[in-house]
């Protein structure tokens, strides 16, 4: 996923009939439209969808071939790493930024989640999702001596490095000047996922809302604190890494 390095993520599509993605855009919907930014926006289908409701979006992303296919929906884009630096948009630029399943991806999440916090104007919103490390089926898995999905111990598979529960981002997210304001699963996998699925069977997304702490994905919507142009908070101590 590195940016001008063609990978296998190069394939990579959204469906958006995933709960997660579903409530994403329920927890957008709440804002007025204004100036977006995607990151990791893929092949620009949850962009062209906030486009459709009356965004102006920006994308950014690390794979140009994706990049390319989201330029041809009308979404401009920027090819880039996500931790590598300063970004090339100006302070307080957008009302809203999207960051879906990218933070697990990253080495430097404290430098993702500032420049975050810079490019998002204050009162602006920011929704963050990642994997469950305390899913309940993570829970389960463990219990039975088994690996925690989407967990990854080398480069290869899903490129997870950062594992999440919901405290865990919630104290990070605070620490960059984010106020959060909700948080909700995407859903509970109450039989294996080889018999249902929430694209296949819509209603057990309910299961997300009702116990969001045991759902296989974290939805936060944050609330951006601060002034226009100065840091939201002080550097992060590493004693939030700890936290459960």
Same mark, same amino acid.
């Given at each position: 996923m590195t940016a001008g390095r063609h990978t296998c993520y190069a394939a990579h599509r959204v469906d958006l009939r995933e709960s997660r993605l579903r409530k994403l855009i329920a927890l957008l919907a709440a804002e007025r439209p204004g100036?977006?930014?995607d990151v *990791?926006? !893929? !092949? *620009?289908?949850? !962009?062209a969808e906030a486009i459709a409701r009356g965004w102006r979006v920006d *994308?950014?992303?690390r794979e140009p071939a994706l990049a390319e296919a989201a330029r041809a929906l009308g979404v401009a884009v920027h090819v880039g790493d996500f931790d590598g630096g300063r970004w090339p948009w100006p302070s307080a630029a957008f009302d809203a930024a999207v960051a879906g399943e990218v933070?697990?991806?990253? =080495?430097?999440?404290?430098?993702f989640l500032a420049e975050l916090a810079r490019v998002v104007r204050p009162g602006g919103a920011l929704i963050v999702t990642t994997p469950n490390l305390a899913s309940l089926e993570n829970r389960v898995r463990l219990l039975l001596g088994r690996y925690p999905m989407w967990m990854d111990h080398r480069v290869e598979g899903a490129g997870h490095l950062r594992y999440y529960t919901p405290r865990v981002l919630k104290t990070q997210l605070q620490a960059h000047g984010f106020r959060v304001e909700r948080h909700v699963g995407n859903w509970v996998p109450l039989v294996p996922q080889r018999w249902a699925d929430d694209r296949r069977f819509p209603w057990l997304a309910v299961t997300g809302d009702w116990f969001p702490s045991l759902a296989m994905g974290i939805l936060m919507k944050a609330r951006r604190g601060g002034q226009t142009g100065e840091p939201s908070s002080?550097? =992060?101590p590493d004693s939030h890494r700890s936290a459960s």
């Open positions: 100036r977006l930014l *990791g926006c !893929a !092949a *620009g289908e949850l !962009a *994308g950014m992303e933070i697990e991806h990253l =080495v430097d999440t404290d430098q002080p550097p =992060v």
